[in-house]
């Protein structure tokens, strides 16, 4: 069984600061795909970013970078020069990249605060 | 390229009533997801349909169903309504099971 574990509930950031929401996972798969997703208080999941297990290069899209360190089983979330439109909760997940049985495996997320 | 669209955005409905909620994914996308979350369960996968069949499912009783139609759009049932199906119902979709899931605004369930 997958599962992802994000340990901060909430964070606040001052604006234009760099921030780093951590990820770690478990699996006993070797092919996986690791994804971030923003989701407002409006509620729709955004998409962000997308790591596969055999990448050997640190996605990165925009302002959002993936510090992937697959020994560590970690895929910690960067996001460079916050803005006040970066609130929102942040949420780690994975699957299996064949699609496996279970859909996305979701953590708990963190909600993330950009004061001005 | 229009987005996921989920309808209806919200519904309150009482106990034991039925609820349908539908689902029309990212043209050119044959795989929906749907997913509820709340606040002490978090995200939970319900299930995933590709080219009509459903593919996977999640730890959810028979109550919950879905189906999708030959144009990809997907609906969820979920019969004999209890306090604990208040939630957000996300429906995602994707080109295939292994792709990337896009995501809709969610229907809000509240059930009185």
């Known amino acids: 069984a997958q599962k992802i574990t994000q340990t901060q509930p909430g964070m606040f950031v001052q604006e234009k600061e760099a921030v780093t929401l951590d990820c770690t996972y478990d699996t006993s798969d070797q092919s996986y795909g690791l994804f971030w997703y923003k989701q407002p208080s409006s509620g729709e999941m955004i998409f962000l970013i997308y790591q596969g297990s055999y990448d050997e290069q640190n996605a990165t899209e925009g302002r959002y970078s993936l510090n992937f360190q697959k020994a560590r089983k970690s895929a910690n979330l960067v996001i460079s020069a916050s803005q006040l439109g970066d609130s929102a909760m942040y949420f780690c997940a994975m699957r299996d990249p064949l699609g496996g049985a279970d859909g996305l495996t979701f953590g708990k997320g963190t909600h993330l605060i950009i004061q001005p | 390229k229009a987005g996921v669209t989920q309808t209806p955005r919200y519904l309150i409905k009482t106990r034991g009533q039925q609820v349908t909620l539908s689902c029309s994914p990212i043209s050119g996308h044959r795989s929906v997801s749907w997913y509820q979350q709340t606040p002490g369960q978090g995200l939970q996968f319900l299930f995933e349909?590709?080219?009509?069949?459903?593919?996977n499912k999640g730890n959810f009783p028979g109550r919950f169903s879905g189906r999708q139609f030959s144009n990809s759009r997907s609906e969820m049932n979920v019969s004999t309504l209890e306090l604990g199906d208040s939630a957000l119902y996300l429906c995602?979709?994707?080109?295939?099971?292994?792709?990337?899931?896009?995501f809709g605004p969610g229907t809000r369930l509240t059930v009185l």
């Open positions: 349909y590709f080219s009509e069949t459903q593919r």
């Open positions: 995602a979709s994707s080109r295939n099971s292994a792709d990337t899931q896009y």
